[in-house]
């Protein structure tokens, strides 16, 4: 199955910094990359997501970026809140979900 | 969206025993999946869950430990048989919801097994 690699593991930023988690694919055939935030105790909730056809998305403060010949993908987080603060996985998919190994982002008051 | 409605939400099991984890969707959905997601870790999908055939199944999970029905398109059961305090995980039933043309992923609240 596809692989998806995800880093870093954790992530500490203040509060209003940028924060950056970056992943990568192995199956070149995966088009759709989706990003899901996870609260402690809940379950995943998606956040944003980007197809193989589109370079770059952005929502308020959350954007995505997509490089399909490198077969890498990017959260990007501006002006981090505290509430920001959680686990982020990412993830490719071609027909199933495959996800990275998460990142724990933890934004400082 | 979708909504998945997953029981029980947690349960604590003896060594030995088997536990079936119900999934429940309020539409039909041609993709279901069920991942297991240990403390800590990453969601690993476990199995694809096919309406009227059977499940199939990423590598290193097999059919004798988690049997998975799917009798229609709103809803599917994961049993974790046998277990052991090495299946103390959580359980999640996902499906993939097509609303205009995109699939997103949804998922269940999760079920929380604690094996003793």
């Known amino acids: 199955g596809e692989n998806v690699e995800q880093h870093p593991s954790t992530l500490s930023v203040q509060e209003g910094d940028s924060a950056v988690i970056k992943c990568t694919y192995s199956?070149?055939?995966?088009?759709?990359f989706p990003w899901y935030k996870q609260e402690l105790g809940k379950r995943p909730q998606l956040i944003i997501d980007?197809?193989?056809?589109?370079g770059e998305k952005k929502d308020q403060r959350i954007a995505v970026t997509l490089n399909k010949t490198a077969k890498h993908f990017s959260l990007h987080i501006t002006e981090t809140q505290p509430e920001d603060s959680a686990v982020y996985f990412c993830?490719?998919?071609?027909?199933?979900?495959?996800f990275g190994s998460g990142t724990k982002l933890n934004v400082k008051p | 969206s979708a909504v998945i409605s997953q029981k029980p939400s947690r349960d604590i099991c003896q060594r030995g025993t088997s536990l079936t984890i119900q999934c429940q969707v309020d539409?039909?959905?041609?993709?279901m999946f069920w991942y297991r997601q240990q403390p800590g870790q990453s969601l690993t999908l476990i199995a694809t869950?096919?309406?009227?055939?059977?499940?199939?199944?990423e590598s290193g999970f097999v059919i004798d430990k988690f049997p998975i029905s799917r009798p229609n398109l709103t809803f599917s059961t994961l049993t974790v048989s046998n277990m052991s305090p090495e299946d103390s995980s959580i359980y999640l039933c996902?499906?993939?919801?097509?609303?205009?043309?995109?699939?997103?992923?949804?998922f269940g609240e999760g079920s929380r097994l604690t094996v003793l």
């Open positions: 996902s499906v993939e919801f097509w609303e205009a043309g995109t699939g997103e992923l949804f």
């Open positions: 539409s039909q959905v041609t993709m």
């Open positions: 869950a096919n309406q009227g055939s059977e499940a199939t199944y």
């Open positions: 199956d070149s055939a995966s088009n759709y």
């Open positions: 993830a490719a998919n071609f027909n199933k979900f495959y």
């Open positions: 980007i197809r193989s056809n589109v």
